[in-house]
């Protein structure tokens, strides 16, 4: 059986995830990877279906209600999608995973972690990221640049959230990232566009060559 790869983007609110996304994709492309793309919630008819609940439900969802539904979407991708791309060999990228459960619902949501891993061992089954990419950025940078590109009255439910949730997003990732450094690769996302996306190419050709 082939062996694919997966690499994963994460990071705060305004971050440039998108914009890195897309330049990751073009590069993919031009060099002829086999890959492909997706995001989290999301990524398959069900996905989608539950996404919509989580962005744009009217009313309180606890966290636990949260955690458990970016889970059972999490696990419908993995299925349906991640295993059989990664026995394709493909390159599999995706726009958030776990790490941003154990972030916005276990760190700033203030669910226990080790309850959020054993649920997400159970839906990931093994399907685990070579590499993580954070763009790590400051809440008010990262505001400041939503406000530039959307009317802040669009914010969906989970970007509404105040600064404190955030700053404890930041920090989750950030905490994250030192208890597993061979995986979670953090950029500063402040520096422009082309300088992020240079040293996110340099580091994915460096584990290639792993
Ligand atoms: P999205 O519009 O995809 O935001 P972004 O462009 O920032 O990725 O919305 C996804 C939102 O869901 C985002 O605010 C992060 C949040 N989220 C969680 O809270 N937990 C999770 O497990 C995932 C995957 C996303």
Same mark, same amino acid.
């Given at each position: 059986m082939k062996n694919g790869m997966i690499v994963s983007f994460e990071g705060g609110e305004g971050c440039g995830k998108s914009t890195q996304i897309k330049m990751f994709k073009e590069y993919l492309e031009k060099?002829?990877? @086999?890959?492909? $793309?997706? *995001?989290? +919630? %999301?990524?398959? /008819?069900? %996905? /989608?279906?539950? *996404? /919509?609940? &989580?962005?744009? #439900?009217? %009313? /309180? $969802?606890? +966290?636990?209600?949260?955690?458990?539904?970016? #889970?059972?979407? *999490?696990?419908? &991708?993995?299925? @349906?999608? $991640?295993? +059989?791309?990664?026995?394709? %060999?493909? $390159? =599999? =990228?995706? @726009? *958030? !995973? !776990? @790490? #941003?459960?154990y972030t916005y619902q276990g760190y700033a949501g203030n669910l226990s972690l080790s309850d959020l891993k054993t649920i997400t061992e159970f839906a990931i089954k093994g399907c685990v990221p070579d590499l993580t990419i954070l763009l790590d950025l400051s809440f008010d940078e990262g505001m400041s640049r939503k406000s530039k590109d959307e009317n802040l009255k669009n914010l969906d439910r989970i970007e509404q959230k105040g600064r404190s949730f955030h700053e404890k997003v930041r920090e989750g990732y950030l905490k994250l990232a030192e208890q597993d450094k061979e995986r979670i690769f953090v950029v500063d996302a402040s520096q422009s566009p082309y300088k992020v996306f240079e040293t996110i190419k340099t580091e994915f050709e460096k584990r290639l060559k792993k």
């Amino acid at each position: 059986m082939k062996n694919g790869m997966i690499v994963s983007f994460e990071g705060g609110e305004g971050c440039g995830k998108s914009t890195q996304i897309k330049m990751f994709k073009e590069y993919l492309e031009k060099n002829g990877f @086999d890959f492909l $793309i997706t *995001r989290e +919630p %999301g990524g398959t /008819e069900l %996905g /989608e279906n539950i *996404r /919509e609940l &989580l962005l744009h #439900s009217k %009313g /309180e $969802i606890s +966290p636990e209600t949260e955690f458990l539904l970016f #889970s059972a979407s *999490r696990a419908k &991708l993995v299925q @349906d999608v $991640i295993k +059989p791309a990664l026995a394709n %060999g493909k $390159i =599999v =990228v995706l @726009d *958030r !995973y !776990y @790490d #941003s459960s154990y972030t916005y619902q276990g760190y700033a949501g203030n669910l226990s972690l080790s309850d959020l891993k054993t649920i997400t061992e159970f839906a990931i089954k093994g399907c685990v990221p070579d590499l993580t990419i954070l763009l790590d950025l400051s809440f008010d940078e990262g505001m400041s640049r939503k406000s530039k590109d959307e009317n802040l009255k669009n914010l969906d439910r989970i970007e509404q959230k105040g600064r404190s949730f955030h700053e404890k997003v930041r920090e989750g990732y950030l905490k994250l990232a030192e208890q597993d450094k061979e995986r979670i690769f953090v950029v500063d996302a402040s520096q422009s566009p082309y300088k992020v996306f240079e040293t996110i190419k340099t580091e994915f050709e460096k584990r290639l060559k792993k």
